[in-house]
C-alpha cells in the first residue's frame, strides 16, 4: 500500500505561480507518478506524469511551456506552475501506478490517489 500526500495548493491571481508536491510513503512498487485535476462539473483530466524509475517525462497539451513536473526525491515529486490561468482552476491530485506500461493518461491504471489539494486562479 501506498499513501500520497499533496501539498502547495491555494489562491493565486492569473499569470502567478504555484509549486505543488506529492509525498509518498514509499515508491519501492510504483512505475510511475502523475498528476490529475479535476474542475468542478469536470471529469478527472491528466496534467502530467513521471515514469519514476527511467525519469521521462510526460504532460498534458494545454500544459506544455507552462508547467514542470520534477521527481525532487525517491519519494517525492513536485509540479510547478507557471502563468497560471483562470481555467486551471481545479482540485490537483497526484496518483501512483504499479503497472509497468500503462498509458499515463489513463485513471483506471492508477490504484493510489492522493487526497488532492485545490488551486484557484483569480481572473
Known amino acids: 500500500q501506498v499513501q500520497l500526500v499533496e501539498s502547495g495548493g491555494g489562491l493565486v491571481q492569473a499569470g502567478g505561480s504555484l509549486r505543488l508536491s506529492c509525498a509518498a510513503s514509499n515508491t519501492f512498487s510504483l512505475y510511475h507518478m502523475a498528476w490529475f485535476r479535476q474542475a468542478p462539473g469536470k471529469e478527472r483530466e491528466f496534467v502530467g506524469a513521471?515514469?519514476?524509475?527511467?525519469?521521462?517525462i510526460y504532460y498534458g497539451d494545454y500544459v506544455k511551456g507552462r508547467f514542470t513536473i520534477s521527481k525532487d526525491t525517491e519519494n517525492i515529486m513536485s509540479l510547478q506552475m507557471n502563468s497560471l490561468k483562470p481555467e486551471d482552476t481545479a482540485v490537483y491530485y497526484c496518483?501512483?501506478?504499479?503497472?509497468?506500461?500503462?498509458?499515463?493518461?489513463?485513471?483506471?491504471?492508477?490504484?493510489?490517489w492522493g487526497q488532492g489539494t485545490q488551486v484557484t486562479v483569480s481572473s
Open positions: 513521471i515514469r519514476w524509475s527511467l525519469g521521462t
Open positions: 496518483a501512483g501506478s504499479p503497472i509497468w506500461g500503462i498509458s499515463v493518461t489513463d485513471t483506471t491504471k492508477y490504484p493510489y
